[in-house]
């Protein structure tokens, strides 16, 4: 009898991890999921809209409820010492201007005059960009295959902004949306090399808390013009539902599941979210906003994203 319960013991026990590795590999693929989709939102946000609720107000109270959505936790880690603030006030302020003011209202301005596929393809091309910035300041070293990778994104990054007429890329209404998510994924590399070098010991919510509330800091002079040349396009029951959603959805949620993925499975596995950013803006598009993804831009999403795949490899 206790020979037999033991073996009908080992027998639960040797299952269970099995059990367990299941239930892990469905809760991270369902992570990624979240997080890219969450991500992809604020592309579809800034098409949706497209003007119609103006940009820098919808910039300065989303980065402001993220803001204070982690404020406690920026709060404790200021007062544990973890982040001083006098030695970092500079570098917090240049990280949120790149990485929350250039990625909240020309975005947002963008979103009227190109497609949220061509938005999440053009941020797409962020890891490439850090790379070079890398090797250009000898940060890092680019390896022929990184080489390849790159010449890869560009090329489906032009593709996509040109829609094959080469001849467009020097044409002012190209410019117009595409060029200011060009300047938004400069904006937004620039952060990604400099976050890493703010407050080096507190966590990474923490940190997004205090360059959030510069982000917000640097919208509000363009979002108070707005508020007083443009009032009833500000305040409005329309434009609150936005401010709350891009705050929570692709803020809170977005950051706080990108925070949990890397805290899990490290910022190696957790970069994959970049491949399926585009997928899920791709997705979110045909299905919300009735724009289906072009020939031009698989082909140039493929590039871009095998580009980005190389380009990550040693």
Request: hydrophobic share 55%; net charge positive; glycine share 12%.
């Amino acid at each position: 009898m206790s020979s037999a319960a033991s073996g009908s013991d080992q027998s639960v026990t040797a299952a269970t991890p099995s059990t367990l590795d299941r239930w892990s590999g469905t809760i991270a693929l369902a992570g990624f999921i979240l997080v890219a989709t969450a991500q992809a939102s604020n592309q579809i946000l800034a098409r949706g809209l497209a003007g119609s609720v103006p940009p820098f107000s919808l910039a300065f109270f989303r980065w402001g409820i993220i803001a204070v959505g982690l404020a406690p936790l920026a709060f404790a880690e200021i007062r544990d010492g973890r982040i001083p603030l006098a030695k970092n006030l500079w570098l917090i302020l240049a990280a949120g201007c790149m990485g929350m003011f250039l990625c909240g209202g020309p975005v947002y301005i963008a979103g009227a005059h190109t497609s949220a596929i061509h938005i999440a393809l053009i941020m797409g091309l962020s890891p490439i960009t850090v790379l070079l910035i890398s090797a250009a300041l000898r940060i890092e070293h680019i390896g022929p295959l990184q080489w390849l990778g790159t010449a890869l994104a560009l090329a489906g990054a032009l593709l996509i902004i040109s829609g094959g007429r080469w001849q467009a890329l020097f044409e002012l209404e190209a410019a117009s949306g595409d060029g200011l998510v060009v300047i938004a994924m400069l904006g937004w590399s620039g952060y990604t090399l400099l976050q890493w070098r703010v407050a080096t010991g507190a966590s990474l919510l923490a940190r997004i808390s205090l360059f959030a509330a510069a982000g917000a800091l640097c919208s509000l002079p363009p979002a108070i013009w707005e508020m007083v040349s443009r009032p009833a396009d500000v305040f409005n029951a329309k434009a609150f539902a936005s401010y709350v959603f891009s705050g929570i959805v692709p803020g809170l949620i977005a950051y706080g599941g990108f925070a949990w993925l890397a805290g899990r499975y490290g910022s190696v596995r957790t970069s994959l979210v970049l491949y399926l950013g585009p997928v899920a803006s791709a997705l979110l598009s045909f299905a919300i906003l009735g724009e289906p993804p072009t020939l031009m831009h698989l082909v140039g999403g493929l590039l871009i994203l095998g580009g980005v795949w190389a380009s990550l490899r040693k």
